[in-house]
């Protein structure tokens, strides 16, 4: 009886067969190639999806001065108005409906990442006002001397 | 059967108040604002972003801001994008770093415990790193799943539902910028904020840069200003040699950048 | 921290100089397992079909044992995946929707092929014994005995012919199989090879040879285990024979015998020859080439990995067994001895690239040292650490003795 020989193949056919059934069930229908090339258009629809629905979070400063239009004002003035209002307060999301209130970061960290003096003559960053962190009063709040919204002290 | 000039122009505009209809109605049926802008004016959308480093001045605000709008672990050593400083000495040394990303910006000329005087500063500069979205990514290349993609618009993205955390994708990538997310346990990297300039805002490291020292645009519409600058004035890419395929330029990139 | 905020790789690894801040050691130990493992596969296999195809018949006993050796190692290949996945219970992806373009999407058809042949050519040469033990245990009473009857019953697949046409065309598939998983095996393992060699972005695996090395070291591997997994239990079982004092069957008293181990070592011996000589070749070009990434790999594998590379490796885990078993007076404790370094050798040609590819940063300016986590203190630094590679280790002799309880590779008579 030489079909005995079969059976290894009957088993193996078997098994492929489990996993094109499971493949069926299990990949979600929108899983393809979706573009020109199988190398990098191969994907789940659905996954496009996900990314455009993720929640955003900053806003912008065009939605923070319809509300706080006199800071919008007196920041536009200054040097400051290159500055994101979100990049001391935080993201704007929620605001004012869920989040009456947003945080202030006054630290002087935040102040000395543009300011704190670096001599780097090739970089634009020598050109900012800056001090010296160690020295420039130490420890102490910049705000409690320097406005961030019209930060120059001298007018 | 006689056809008047009056009937034939009649039809004409008819016909092409129709022809104009159809894909006006199709675009905002079907297409995302920026799609559609790109697609009724006949051109193609693909993403493109332009560091400039003569611009940028190591504030980090960008790092802040990635993290917070993408939800990547503040505290975590990981970020989608990250800001590195180069000083480079007269004695040819060049020396590297990047603490935190450079998530709290650059407030300490000493780089790597290391004091060096100003004097002996030949140059230094701040250099934004983030995915290149590249045209050829090695990394989708690799995947073994189907779990990170290149969509029609030049962005590639990660299926955080599908992703099996191998981790070939990060081992691929030439440039270090993907990673595991600690929490959802699943490959990462930047998006250019996708979730954003498909809703027509900026991406948040673009929006939160003071200096302007990051830009997109797109790539098929040549009156773009960002696509005017790539193509008129001189740019860079990061490591060519790989055959990626870069998107994202660089101005004023220096031979030293790594 | 109260919250698993971990961030995989962190916890192991340790940067110098300017390394790019999402760069951490990825891939550690479990991925030095996995090709270790499927490599032992590949070898084992390959020296059953020295015997089944090439007909040496000498090497019969070692190559019926080596061939359910292999399939006990083959699940064990799996195992160090399933440790190193972020996510394993999407484990069954890469056979659901595969990305060819991905070698490792490669991994479920082949390694399902291989498996496939394997059982299959074990199933045709135990097939007459399988038969036989039905009969045999038709009268024998107690439960033991009926669920022992049951599984041999469902072995047979319900093929009982035995007649003499019958188990001749029994050999013959499973000549057939033998040969056809040949270049199967190879090409599990070349795979594995391609994972790395095809990565561009790492200046030390990026190598046309790469998979070509790993197969040598891979047969290497898998011919010393064998061999000395054979020894040990010859050795074994004649010692217990002897405190006996005798009187159990012929077939399992004799220790290991000479002549199969002395043809065994000319095989291995070849593909040492051979992985050596590509490793070095490998080495030579990039010296002479001198890329771009070749100060930073210089400074890595001369500097810093010196000793796992050309001690460990090369010296203690080539030369030195290549001397051993060339030497005249050739004894089994001496072949054992060059056996167990042989394989410490090629474990660390494993390590030296899977972990010495992340040595350096891509950014070429900085170094990255491997920590690997001793006592485990959480879920991660188990299965990525010393006790997950341990167990792993252990994995292949514990499935093979289950196996071996109904598929006795051992004896004599039991095979065709």
């Known amino acids: 009886m030489k079909n005995h020989v079969l059976r290894p193949l009957w088993l193996a056919l078997g098994l492929i067969a489990a996993v094109l059934i499971a493949r069926h069930f299990m990949v979600p229908d929108d899983f393809g190639v979706h573009g020109d090339s199988f190398t990098y258009n191969f994907y789940r629809l659905g996954a496009v999806k996900y990314w455009e629905d993720f929640p955003a979070k900053y806003q912008g400063r065009e ?85 961030p919204h019209q930060p120059d002290l001298e007018g | 059967m006689s056809c008047s000039r009056r009937d034939f122009l009649k039809q004409s505009v008819a016909g092409a108040v129709a022809a104009a209809a159809v894909p006006t109605v199709c675009t905002v049926i079907f297409l995302e604002p920026g799609e559609a802008e790109a697609a009724v004016e006949g051109k193609k959308l693909r993403w493109t972003f332009l560091v400039d480093t003569e611009k940028c001045v190591g504030c980090g605000l960008c790092v802040q801001a990635c993290k917070t709008e993408n939800e990547i672990p503040y505290d975590a ?125 900026q991406a948040a490291c673009v929006q939160a840069c003071p200096f302007e020292a990051r830009r997109m645009g797109n790539l098929g519409d040549p009156d773009d200003p960002v696509t005017k600058i790539i193509m008129t004035e001189r740019v860079q890419v990061l490591k060519d040699e790989y055959g990626t395929k870069p998107s994202v330029f660089y101005l004023g990139l220096d031979e030293r950048v790594r | 921290m109260s919250t698993e905020l971990v961030v995989h790789g962190a916890e192991w690894t340790v940067k110098e100089l300017f390394v790019y801040p999402n760069e951490f050691i990825y891939w550690s130990i479990q991925i030095v397992m996995y090709p270790y493992m499927t490599g032992l596969v590949a070898g084992a296999f390959v020296l059953s079909s020295l015997y089944h195809v090439f007909g040496q018949k000498d090497l019969k006993e070692i190559a019926q044992f080596s061939l359910v050796f292999s399939l006990a190692l083959l699940p064990v290949a799996a195992v160090p995946l399933l440790l190193h996945l972020q996510q394993p219970t999407r484990a069954m992806e890469p056979l659901l929707t595969p990305h060819f373009t991905s070698a490792i999407a490669a991994f479920g058809i082949v390694f399902s092929t291989y498996g496939l042949i394997v059982i299959s050519e074990i199933w045709f040469v135990y097939r007459g014994y399988f038969v036989a033990q039905v009969h045999a245990l038709a009268d024998q009473p107690g439960i033991g005995t009926a669920l022992r009857r049951l599984v041999y019953r469902a072995l047979t697949m319900g093929a009982y012919d035995v007649s003499e046409e019958a188990l001749a065309t029994d050999h013959k598939a499973a000549k057939i199989l033998a040969a056809v998983g040949i270049p199967v095996a190879c090409f599990l393992h070349g795979y594995a090879g391609f994972i790395f060699g095809s990565v561009k972005a790492n200046a030390l695996w990026m190598s046309p040879l790469m998979p070509v090395i790993f197969i040598m070291s891979a047969v290497v591997s898998g011919i010393a285990l064998c061999m000395l997994t054979y020894i040990v239990i010859m050795e074994w079982q004649a010692f217990r024979n002897r405190r006996r004092g005798g009187a159990v069957q012929a077939t399992e008293i004799r220790g290991a015998e000479a002549d199969i181990i002395s043809k065994s070592t000319r095989y291995l011996l070849g593909f040492l020859v051979a992985a050596i000589s590509l490793e070095i070749l490998d080495l030579i070009f990039r010296g002479y080439t001198a890329m771009k990434s070749w100060d930073i790999l210089r400074s890595v594998m001369y500097g810093k990995d010196f000793i796992n590379i050309f001690v460990l490796q090369y010296t203690l885990g080539n030369l030195v067994p290549f001397v051993l078993l060339l030497l005249p ?88």
């Not at chain 1, 543009?114 to 900012?128: D, F, G, I, K, V």
Request: hydrophobic share 35%; glycine share 8%.
């Open chain 1, 63 to 147: 939605r923070c001065g319809k509300c706080h239009d006199e800071n919008a004002e007196t920041i536009a003035a200054s040097k400051h108005s290159i500055i994101q209002c979100e990049n001391c307060h935080g993201p704007g999301v929620g605001h004012p409906k869920t989040v009456k209130q947003l945080p202030v970061n006054g630290s002087r960290e935040l102040c000395l990442r543009c300011h704190e003096y670096l001599a780097y003559p090739s970089s634009l960053r020598s050109q900012l006002p800056g001090i010296d962190g160690n020295t420039h009063k130490p420890n102490k709040e910049c705000r409690k001397c320097h406005d």
């Open chain 2, 77 to 201: 050593p990981v970020s989608r994008t990250w800001v590195e400083r180069y000083v480079v000495t007269k004695d040819g040394e060049t020396h590297i770093d990047s603490p935190i990303q450079g998530r709290d910006g650059y407030t300490s000329p000493e780089i790597r415990g290391e004091v060096i005087d100003p004097e002996d500063i030949e140059k230094a500069f701040f250099v934004p790193k983030l995915c290149n979205q590249c045209d050829n990514p090695p990394c989708v290349q690799v995947c073994p799943v189907g779990a990170t993609f290149q969509t029609e618009d030049g962005v590639v993205l990660v299926d955080r539902d599908w992703c099996i955390g191998c981790g070939y994708c990060v081992m691929a990538c030439p440039y270090g910028v993907r990673f595991f997310h600690p929490v959802t346990k699943t490959a990462e990297k930047c998006t250019f904020c996708y979730h954003r300039i498909t809703e027509g805002k």
């Open chain 3, 329 to 416: 007076g050739r004894t089994i404790k001496r072949t054992v001895v060059a056996l167990v370094l042989v394989l410490f050798g090629v474990f660390m040609m494993r390590w030296n690239v899977v972990i010495g590819g992340q040595a350096f940063s891509l950014s070429f300016s900085g170094y990255m040292h491997y920590h690997i986590p001793i006592i485990p203190h959480s879920v991660e630094t188990f299965k990525e650490g010393l006790f997950g590679a341990l167990t792993v280790a252990a994995l292949p002799f514990i499935f093979f003795w289950m196996i071996n309880k109904f598929v006795p590779s051992l004896r004599r008579d039991a095979g065709s």
